[in-house]
């Protein structure tokens, strides 16, 4: 008896869909609107949006900081190379504390309060960077800073999944990376003419302009229906969709399958996830990220002057080059999310990623040859750029996109702490082997790198799921089907 009520209701959940020539997710059209396939979005969906993705350009300011700073810190601290390179590389390891509590903290004070307390550590850590006059302070402030943006790589993305109707979520929940991209590369700008404490401060203004923001957004709807806040999730979603919007289909579907989900024990742990119902949801996450970081995105990144250097090219054409590439590209991907779907877009991506590191790896071979070496140079920039372009598209914001979309809700923030984990160590360790690789052999780590784009795309092909136009319920149930059937 007790089986077949368990049943019944891990079918209940599950809406019917096709009543929906009225609307669309909530969103009030009428048949001239369904027809062009787009509603109005309600301002409050857009500017909850804006809101969170100051944290992705917080992230990415963060990023881009070490480069354009590093001459004005050492002259005036007199810090050497490996002074300097502890600087930069202990960021990577804040994030990985971030990174490890992320999930936890999101779950225990909700999205918004986890948001905002990851800014308060980059608030303080710009501080201590801005006014820092020897190596440990900013040691120190590069630490809290990397601690707030590994909070804010797992809540952003989340909370614009939860909120965001299924037919915008893939579009909304990339401007995260566009956001990152847009950080790196303003930061870039800005540091070419201002002093290394005043980009400091600087960093501190889209920190501050979110914590402002955050009490005027909703709080996401499904983690407000996870802690038993019935009522208050329903205005929450009525405040997103609209206050002409029939929301009561969704509310019922995030009700019923939460509560469905609320007859099993929520992981409390890394180790809690590894059980039979989780086993493709966290294969699909915790894969994506490991081959999108050992595809040699950071070394690429990182070294990308040194690269067109090693090659024969001029390193700083070579930086502008990718710069101007990597925004518009991470446009398109945000623009193609919704409409292509994310499989198409990652396998383009990773079939790219693999042709310009391929490229790259030519040219050091040619160079090793001694043969074309007026040709070499060339394939160099082209292979970079290739690379830079198919990365944006896709393989840099969809494994994200992914990940906040896969979990169920009561094992999300164990879960989705795992994935940002992986992505933070995975990205350091490429940081770190990344020059002793190219110590070794120039043509065989393209190669390597270029090898594993080439698994990605048969990982893509075989074992991510379509999510477009799915809600995050329907995707959750068919990857997982025995956390709600058990």
Same mark, same amino acid.
């Given at each position: 008896?007790?089986d077949?009520?368990?049943?019944?209701?891990?079918?209940?959940?599950?809406?019917?869909l096709?009543?929906?020539?009225?609307?669309?997710?909530?969103?009030?059209?009428?048949?001239?609107?369904?027809q062009?396939?787009?509603?109005?979005?309600?301002?409050?969906?857009?500017?909850?949006?804006?809101?969170?993705?100051f944290?992705?350009?917080?992230?990415?300011?963060?990023?881009?900081y070490?480069?354009?700073?590093?001459?004005?810190?050492?002259?005036d601290?007199?810090?050497?190379?490996?002074?300097?390179?502890?600087?930069?590389?202990?960021?990577?390891?804040?994030?990985?504390?971030?990174?490890?509590?992320?999930g936890?903290?999101?779950d225990?004070?909700?999205?918004?309060?986890?948001?905002?307390?990851?800014?308060?550590?980059?608030?303080?850590?710009?501080?201590?960077?801005?006014f820092?006059?020897?190596?440990?302070?900013?040691?120190?402030g590069?630490?809290?800073?990397?601690?707030?943006?590994?909070?804010?790589?797992?809540?952003?993305?989340?909370?614009?999944?939860?909120v965001?109707?299924?037919?915008?979520?893939g579009?909304?929940?990339?401007?995260?990376?566009?956001?990152?991209?847009?950080?790196?590369?303003?930061?870039?700008?800005?540091?070419?003419f201002?002093?290394?404490?005043?980009?400091?401060?600087?960093?501190?203004?889209?920190?501050?302009?979110?914590?402002?923001?955050?009490?005027f957004?909703?709080?996401?709807?499904?983690?407000?229906?996870?802690?038993?806040?019935?009522?208050?999730?329903?205005?929450?979603?009525?405040?997103?969709?609209?206050?002409?919007?029939n929301?009561?289909?969704?509310?019922?579907?995030?009700?019923?399958?939460t509560?469905?989900?609320?007859?099993?024990?929520?992981?409390?742990?890394?180790?809690g996830?590894?059980?039979?119902?989780?086993?493709?949801?966290l294969?699909?996450g915790?894969?994506?990220?490991i081959?999108?970081?050992?595809?040699?995105?950071?070394? %690429? #990144?990182? @070294?990308?002057?040194?690269?067109?250097? /090693?090659?024969?090219?001029? +390193? $700083?054409?070579?930086?502008?080059?990718?710069?101007?590439?990597?925004?518009?590209?991470t446009?398109?991907?945000?623009?193609?999310?919704d409409?292509?779907?994310?499989?198409?877009?990652?396998?383009?991506?990773a079939?790219?990623?693999?042709l310009?590191?391929?490229l790259?790896?030519?040219s050091f071979l040619?160079?090793?040859?001694?043969?074309?070496?007026?040709?070499?140079?060339?394939?160099?920039?082209?292979?970079?750029l290739?690379?830079?372009?198919?990365?944006?598209?896709?393989m840099?914001?969809?494994?994200?996109?992914?990940?906040?979309?896969?979990?169920?809700?009561?094992?999300?923030?164990?879960?989705?702490?795992?994935?940002?984990?992986?992505?933070?160590?995975?990205?350091? %360790? #490429?940081? @770190?082997a990344?020059n002793?690789?190219? /110590?070794?052999?120039?043509? +065989? $780590?393209?190669?390597?790198?270029?090898?594993?784009c080439?698994?990605?795309?048969?990982?893509?092909?075989?074992?991510?799921?379509?999510?477009?136009?799915?809600?995050?319920?329907e995707?959750?149930?068919?990857?997982?089907?025995?956390?709600?059937?058990?």
């Amino acid at each position: 008896m007790e089986d077949s009520k368990s049943t019944e209701s891990s079918q209940s959940w599950i809406p019917l869909l096709s009543n929906t020539e009225s609307q669309v997710h909530g969103v009030p059209c009428d048949k001239e609107m369904m027809q062009s396939e787009t509603c109005s979005m309600p301002a409050t969906l857009i500017f909850s949006t804006l809101v969170a993705v100051f944290g992705s350009y917080v992230f990415g300011s963060s990023v881009g900081y070490s480069s354009p700073a590093q001459s004005g810190i050492m002259d005036d601290l007199t810090l050497d190379v490996s002074d300097y390179s502890i600087f930069g590389s202990i960021l990577t390891i804040g994030a990985i504390i971030g990174a490890f509590v992320s999930g936890r903290i999101a779950d225990f004070v909700g999205r918004r309060v986890a948001m905002g307390f990851a800014e308060v550590f980059c608030i303080l850590g710009w501080l201590v960077i801005a006014f820092s006059n020897v190596a440990w302070w900013l040691y120190i402030g590069r630490l809290l800073v990397g601690c707030g943006i590994g909070l804010l790589s797992y809540g952003v993305p989340v909370y614009v999944a939860e909120v965001t109707p299924k037919n915008l979520r893939g579009g909304f929940t990339t401007v995260h990376q566009l956001m990152i991209c847009c950080g790196v590369s303003l930061t870039y700008l800005f540091g070419a003419f201002l002093n290394w404490r005043i980009l400091a401060l600087i960093g501190i203004i889209p920190c501050s302009a979110q914590i402002l923001s955050l009490p005027f957004i909703p709080e996401s709807p499904r983690w407000l229906a996870k802690i038993g806040q019935l009522e208050g999730s329903e205005n929450a979603l009525q405040r997103l969709r609209g206050k002409n919007a029939n929301v009561s289909q969704e509310a019922t579907e995030i009700r019923d399958y939460t509560k469905a989900l609320q007859q099993h024990s929520e992981a409390s742990s890394i180790i809690g996830l590894f059980q039979l119902q989780y086993l493709k949801s966290l294969t699909v996450g915790v894969c994506l990220m490991i081959l999108q970081q050992f595809g040699g995105v950071n070394g %690429i #990144v990182f @070294y990308a002057s040194s690269i067109f250097t /090693s090659a024969g090219f001029s +390193g $700083s054409i070579g930086t502008i080059a990718m710069v101007a590439v990597q925004i518009p590209m991470t446009t398109l991907g945000v623009l193609l999310m919704d409409k292509s779907g994310r499989r198409p877009l990652l396998l383009v991506s990773a079939s790219g990623t693999c042709l310009g590191l391929f490229l790259v790896a030519l040219s050091f071979l040619l160079q090793d040859l001694h043969k074309w070496k007026e040709l070499s140079p060339i394939l160099a920039l082209v292979g970079v750029l290739v690379y830079t372009g198919s990365f944006s598209l896709g393989m840099g914001g969809i494994p994200w996109v992914i990940m906040s979309e896969i979990f169920p809700i009561n094992v999300k923030g164990s879960a989705g702490s795992l994935v940002t984990l992986v992505n933070w160590l995975c990205s350091w %360790i #490429v940081s @770190y082997a990344f020059n002793f690789l190219m /110590s070794w052999s120039s043509t +065989g $780590s393209f190669f390597i790198f270029c090898g594993i784009c080439g698994l990605t795309v048969v990982f893509v092909a075989k074992l991510v799921p379509e999510t477009k136009d799915r809600t995050l319920e329907e995707i959750q149930a068919s990857l997982n089907p025995f956390s709600t059937m058990r």
